[in-house]
């Protein structure tokens, strides 16, 4: 049987992605009802963090409980990983004893070199170039604060041309949005992504990627690996942050997210995420039930009291 990655958006269809965001939004609305929905009893997750973690962790680990499984959390100090153990070693060695393995690392080399070593599906936790997981989680938060799908509307991304980025260039295709990108010519993203693709456009300045757009997005300036570049990077993004000001720029109906941890006061501003268009707590909230769907999908079949997967988020 073939084995299935989620490395990237592109590693599903369309199709696909759009009925595990249908998923997720459908087990949101079964758990508040107190609907069980086990379809993965005796399945392991191994999480395996090179970074820290609080969002991906606990959706991670809560996600699996939920579904009937169990989570098996590695640290950089829990596997043979951290004593130079080739990565595709541990990767075979896991897939005799687990049911999937999840990995958050900075290096995206190291996740696709254990994805092709293991015979279990392999999910990225984040890397440095994308964080698929995130752009589940904020498509289901569209769908379910609008009541309408992404598709056809205009997404803003201001900021850092880094793992989220690229991973909303490739949300754009999937997703089939336009995206429009303001970002410091020194700090874009990478530029064979933005080639391969007719729906995702560098803008001047933030207030023209801004300008009418339907969902305002943007990350931190200094990720996981830049601490050391803090200051040069406030100095490179300076009139970069968004702020509500910022946002009356945007469309009537437009809603403000962020992946979450925020630095305030740099890529937002102090008062952003009270402001009514925020919608960063809900789309936080949203990665327990879009990687419950995705652990779904990968490992087992929709099995809540006769529930079924739907056509649309």
Request: glycine letters at 8%.
């Amino acid at each position: 049987m073939l084995v299935r990655h989620f490395l990237t958006l592109r590693d599903f269809s369309p199709e696909e992605l759009d009925r595990i965001v249908s998923r997720g939004a459908e087990l949101k609305r079964l758990q508040a009802h107190g609907h069980t929905c086990m379809p993965l009893r005796g399945k392991t997750l191994a999480m395996i963090f090179g970074l820290s973690s609080t969002r991906t962790r606990v959706a991670f680990e809560v996600g699996m409980h939920q579904l009937g499984g169990h989570a098996i959390n590695l640290g950089p100090q829990d596997s043979q990983i951290g004593r130079g153990e080739p990565i595709e070693d541990t990767a075979r060695v896991l897939s005799e004893m687990v049911d999937a393995v999840m990995i958050r690392t900075l290096r995206h080399d190291d996740v696709t070199a254990f994805a092709r070593a293991s015979t279990v599906p392999v999910i990225n936790g984040m890397t440095a170039r994308f964080h698929p997981c995130q752009l589940l989680a904020d498509i289901q938060t569209y769908a379910e604060v609008r009541g309408r799908t992404i598709e056809g509307r205009t997404v803003a991304f201001v900021g850092d041309g880094y793992n989220m980025c690229n991973s909303y260039i490739n949300a754009a295709r999937q997703f089939r949005f336009r995206l429009k990108i303001a970002t410091p010519e020194t700090h874009r993203p990478e530029e064979e992504l933005l080639a391969a693709t007719d729906t995702a456009d560098l803008v001047e300045s933030p207030r023209a990627a801004v300008e009418d757009a339907d969902l305002v997005v943007t990350d931190v300036w200094s990720s996981m690996g830049h601490d050391e570049e803090a200051q040069d990077r406030r100095n490179a993004f300076d009139g970069y942050q968004v702020t509500p000001a910022l946002l009356d720029f945007a469309g009537k109906d437009a809603i403000f997210m962020h992946c979450l941890p925020a630095h305030r006061g740099e890529e937002v501003s102090d008062d952003l995420f009270e402001d009514p268009r925020s919608v960063v707590y809900t789309e936080a909230g949203n990665r327990l039930h879009s990687q419950k769907a995705l652990l779904e999908f990968l490992l087992g079949e929709p099995s809540a009291g006769g529930a079924s997967p739907t056509a649309d988020a």
